[in-house]
């Protein structure tokens, strides 16, 4: 009886120790003997995207952050300026662009719904002065996205500024230039 149960204590240890030594096999699959050691880190893959982007900076990329992307390690990230989001993926070793896509933001009919009452009093360029008026040091490439949208039973804009490491979402009557709903959102960077 003895020997029965420490043949299968034995047995038990074994397979536990396969078991461990696969599942460390598997984490380690897709990061091909390299170290974090040799990222090139959030600073570096923040230049490598802005250098992209002529006149943007520091204060136009929002997030920024390491991620796993099919396989492999990237800095994935979003840089609004002049009206464009950029969306990127750099690979954390070698600095390559793996992923850029472009999007209008502002002032796109892509953005803006044109079923809305056309009687609104407040001009597109009027709402973005009053909504950068609540932003002291923003300007006109801190915009995100602009929409005038119908809010229970009135035109509204939505009008989102990204400064200073946070997002202001600001609705305004389209009538009136009241401002009727703001949102601040603050961000967090680690560089």
């Known amino acids: 009886m003895k020997k029965k149960i420490l043949s299968i204590t034995l047995l038990g240890i074994l397979v536990l120790g396969v078991s461990v030594a696969v599942n460390a096999k ?4 897709y990061n091909r003997n390299v170290s974090s050691n040799n990222y090139i880190g959030v600073n570096r893959a923040m230049n490598i995207a802005l250098k992209k982007v002529p006149g943007a900076s520091n204060s ?3 997030k920024i952050n390491l991620d796993r992307e099919n396989g492999r390690m990237v800095y ?3 840089i609004y300026y002049n009206g464009q ?14 992923k850029w896509k472009v999007d209008e933001i502002s002032n ?19 709402a973005k002065s009053i909504a950068l008026a609540q932003v002291p040091g923003a300007n006109q490439s ?8 119908h809010d229970h039973g009135r035109a509204v804009y939505e009008i989102e500024i990204f400064y200073n490491n946070s ?3 600001f609705d305004i009557d389209a009538s009136t230039g009241e401002i009727i709903g703001t949102e601040v959102k603050h ?3 680690n560089y």
């Open 60 to 62: 136009h990329v929002k």
């Open 142 to 149: 801190h915009f995100g996205k602009i929409e005038l949208d």
């Open 26 to 29: 598997s984490r380690n699959k």
């Open 108 to 126: 796109n009919s892509g953005y803006i719904n044109n079923n809305v009452n056309n009687s609104q009093a407040i001009t597109m360029e009027k």
């Open 187 to 189: 961000y967090n960077k």
């Open 85 to 98: 989001e950029y969306e990127f993926d750099i690979d954390a070793v070698t600095g390559d662009i793996v």
């Open 167 to 169: 997002k202001y979402e």
């Open 76 to 78: 994935e990230g979003e």
